[in-house]
């Protein structure tokens, strides 16, 4: 992930939720994996190759044009649904589940008109475990330690990941790598991005990718407000750092703060530091890869952070602050911006009750010189796996994902996206599908059931009810992933990084806090420098460029 931002930190109430996003569920959800001893990487492997990717067909034409980059389509407008083709999937049999849900508790299938008519659609019974997804981590080691699986889960880090996969779940190689995905034609839409990011398990593929924008975090900004601060340029670079320093300043005082900053997520660092031109996560150079807290573009961004919060720019009373909290103020106007995704962004834009206009602010020219970044998503939210099983059935469950990655504009996205009509969701007088309070609050729509996060197709810029924020979304990506950059971990799996990964991001968000409320002086960095060097992280950087040179001879 280019951030690490932990899931806790995203703000829900408003809309304001991601999808990693750019950063999936726990500090490394979506790159790289633990083990205990277990040969997960690639090196000395025969490499199989990744899907063929072979965009849809039956996908309506964009208004505002996607690129090969990752900028995504986007649309101004609810197309007329069209029937995709896909006939029904199953046989009639169970199959056990097991997801994650930000949502509400779903209500029980005897109740949940959605869970009964998306088993009617695939044909099959889905016997689901839901999990909430602030419990996810911890539950799912449980799960894989007692050495049980369910036919289908929502994966995520956790320290035994590598090891678990490689022992109870499919290997899909023989089943979707190259043109054998065009077996099934919606997964064979998902982007190579995607493919990669979640990688190779000892040369193997072994997850299907929930793919997400590759945008990353921005700062998400009350549009009049910076407006009128002088804080919304056309370009990048448009407006210097003091400059800006200066108009967050002139948002801030008598009780309102022109930053958001909570107790997770280190005070939207992820969106300050690129702005510096601080490189990704890691970052590779003939050969060689380096960790970003060791670079000058990082100390710059946290020293700026610092001047912030001595200037009242943060509240004195941060850490205190909870991701609901935080999105109350947001849209209470007691604080004008949030760090946060792309998703969150057009999720936001879509919340009937906001009272005023969202944009996203471009990056600042900083104080040091550097050409400012932007740090990209690795471009899914996680991947699925499959236990192990005869061909027919791991064929079964193909199928059936591949039904759930039904394109936008078909009566089948809509079905697992939005629900029943009448019941999950509504149309607005221009034939936008509006999600209903069951829906939306009540466990009873797709959101709490957690579907979205096995399968799904590449994600639609399209914000029902405000194309405006569409249209802003778009010229945002199109100005930022130029300049983008990413973690060149992403996709890669060995121990030596996965076993010491998520302690030291929970030191380096530690450190961030102590630095930036003032507890610890810009002095004690190398301190933090000294620690990770302790923790392994030079024999980290040593193997991860060994099976990065290993993943480039695919």
Request: proline fraction near 6%; charged fraction near 20%; charge should be neutral.
């Amino acid at each position: 992930m280019s951030s690490g931002l932990s899931r806790r930190s995203m703000l829900q109430a408003a809309g304001i939720t991601t999808a990693l996003a750019a950063t999936g569920f726990s500090l490394s959800a979506c790159s790289t994996s633990g083990d205990t001893g277990t040969d997960i990487g690639s090196k000395g492997k025969t490499l199989t190759p990744y899907p063929t990717y072979v965009p849809s067909t039956i996908a309506p034409a964009a208004d505002l044009p996607g690129t090969a980059e990752g900028v995504q389509a986007g649309y101004l407008k609810y197309p007329e649904p069209q029937d995709g083709g896909i006939e029904k999937p199953g046989d009639g049999s169970k199959i056990t589940v097991w997801t994650s849900s930000w949502s509400a508790i779903p209500l029980p299938k005897a109740k949940n008109k959605f869970w009964q008519e998306l088993e009617k659609a695939l044909g099959v019974e889905l016997d689901i475990t839901v999990v909430p997804a602030g419990e996810y981590n911890k539950k799912l080691a449980t799960l894989q330690a007692s050495g049980q699986m369910p036919d289908v889960m929502q994966m995520v880090s956790t320290p035994n990941e590598a090891q678990f996969v490689l022992a109870k779940c499919q290997d899909l190689s023989d089943f979707v790598s190259g043109d054998n995905i065009k077996k099934y034609p919606n997964l064979a839409a998902i982007p190579t991005y995607a493919w990669e990011a979640v990688g190779r398990f000892a040369g193997k593929l072994y997850g299907i990718p929930v793919e997400r924008p590759v945008s990353g975090h921005r700062l998400i900004v009350n549009q009049a407000k910076f407006k009128e601060a002088g804080l919304l340029v056309p370009e990048v670079g448009g407006i210097g750092v003091d400059q800006f320093t200066a108009g967050l300043k002139q948002l801030s005082g008598k009780g309102h703060w022109a930053l958001g900053a909570m107790k997770d997520g280190a005070f939207g660092f992820n969106t300050w530091m690129p702005a510096f031109g601080t490189p990704g996560m890691w970052s590779v150079k003939d050969g060689a890869f380096s960790y970003y807290l060791e670079t000058d573009e990082f100390q710059a961004g946290l020293e700026q952070m610092v001047k912030w919060q001595q200037a009242g720019i943060y509240r004195s009373n941060a850490l205190t602050i909870d991701g609901l909290t935080a999105n109350a103020e947001f849209e209470s106007q007691k604080v004008y911006a949030v760090a946060n995704s792309s998703i969150a962004f057009t999720s936001a834009g879509a919340n009937p009750k906001l009272s005023f206009e969202i944009d996203s602010a471009l990056p600042f020219k900083p104080s040091n010189g550097a050409s400012p970044t932007h740090w990209l998503g690795s471009g899914v939210y996680g991947y699925t796996a499959i236990k192990k099983a005869p061909k027919e059935r791991v064929e079964l469950i193909l199928r059936v994902l591949n039904y759930l990655a039904a394109p936008f504009g078909t009566k089948e996205y809509e079905l697992v996206h939005y629900g029943v009509e009448g019941t999950h969701f509504t149309r607005n007088a221009d034939g936008d599908p509006i999600k209903t309070d069951l829906a939306n609050t009540q466990g009873g729509g797709r959101d709490s059931l957690g579907v979205q996060y096995l399968a799904d197709a590449p994600q639609p810029l399209y914000v029902p009810g405000n194309p405006e924020v569409a249209k802003r979304e778009h010229a945002f990506q199109q100005k930022v992933l130029p300049i983008g950059v990413t973690n060149a971990s992403d996709g890669l799996r060995t121990s030596a990084w996965t076993s010491i990964q998520e302690s030291l991001m929970q030191h380096r968000e530690d450190a961030i806090k102590d630095i930036v409320m003032g507890r610890k002086k810009l002095s004690d960095w190398p301190a933090v420098l000294k620690e990770f060097e302790r923790r392994g992280g030079k024999k980290a950087a040593e193997a991860l460029a060994e099976e990065y040179e290993a993943a480039q001879k695919a």
